[in-house]
């Protein structure tokens, strides 16, 4: 099977602009979480979606959002981008057949840069 | 949210076992006991994980305490491949991961 895929791989913005991030999921898997990962506070959760759904959110502001689709591919979204978003966005998959057991499949992550 | 102590860092040597603490003391009876470790410029990936019973798998093993306030991941013989950051994660039904800092282990040749 095909791992997760992230895309892109890398993004330079600039503050004030916006920016989308893709992620397809292992097929078969209907949970996509996405994380953001940066050396002052390591990996943090965004949200989870499962067949479409927000299930899970993290404490981040409203700019970060995200969604899901039938095809269980996700996108999340960043505007009004601030200094502060730099970071490696990952992207997880699950089967979630049992939540508290499920294994999540990181994918590459996309690092970006907001200059 | 349950969360989860461990050390910064540790260091083994080549080929030598490595077993990696972590504390969870406020485990609560339905948290599973998760193991993710993260290589450089790599995502987390899948190491192993737990509810009570002692775990194996083909790349690590798992030691839960009898309180469970415990556990330890314990690779057999590390390579250098094994250098990586560690994560220990509590997860209970319906929760997200939280990673915490985990253990940066550095393997020597």
């Known amino acids: 099977k095909a791992g997760v895929t992230q895309t892109p791989r890398y993004l330079i913005k600039t503050r004030g602009q916006q920016v989308t991030l893709s992620c397809s999921p292992i097929?078969?898997?209907?949970?996509v979480s996405w994380y953001q990962q940066t050396p002052g506070q390591g990996l943090q959760f965004l949200f989870e979606?499962?067949?479409?759904?927000?299930?899970n959110k993290g404490n981040f502001p409203g700019r970060f959002s995200g969604r899901q689709f039938s095809n269980s591919r996700s996108e999340m979204n960043v505007s009004t981008l601030e200094l502060g978003d730099s970071a490696l966005y990952l992207c997880?998959?699950?089967?979630?057949?049992?939540?508290?057991?499920?294994?999540?499949?990181f994918g590459p992550g996309t690092r970006l840069t907001v200059l | 949210d349950a969360k989860t102590t461990q050390p910064n860092s540790m260091e083994s040597n080549e080929e030598e076992p490595v077993h990696l603490p972590c504390n969870h003391s406020?485990?609560?009876?339905?948290?599973?006991i998760h193991w993710y470790r993260q290589l450089p410029s790599q995502g987390p990936e899948y190491v192993i994980h737990?509810?009570?019973s002692n775990v194996n798998n083909r790349m690590a093993s798992l030691a839960i305490a009898e309180d469970r306030k415990s556990s330890t991941l314990i690779l057999h013989r590390a390579t250098l491949r094994d250098a990586a950051v560690y994560y220990c994660?509590?997860?209970?039904?319906?929760?997200?991961?939280?990673f915490g800092t985990g253990t940066s282990l550095t393997v020597i040749p």
């Open positions: 997880a998959s699950s089967l979630s057949t049992s939540t508290a057991q499920d294994t999540q499949y």
């Open positions: 097929s078969g898997h209907r949970s």
């Open positions: 979606y499962f067949s479409e759904t927000q299930r």
């Open positions: 406020t485990i609560s009876g339905t948290d599973y």
């Open positions: 737990g509810l009570t």
């Open positions: 994660i509590l997860r209970d039904t319906g929760n997200q991961f939280y």
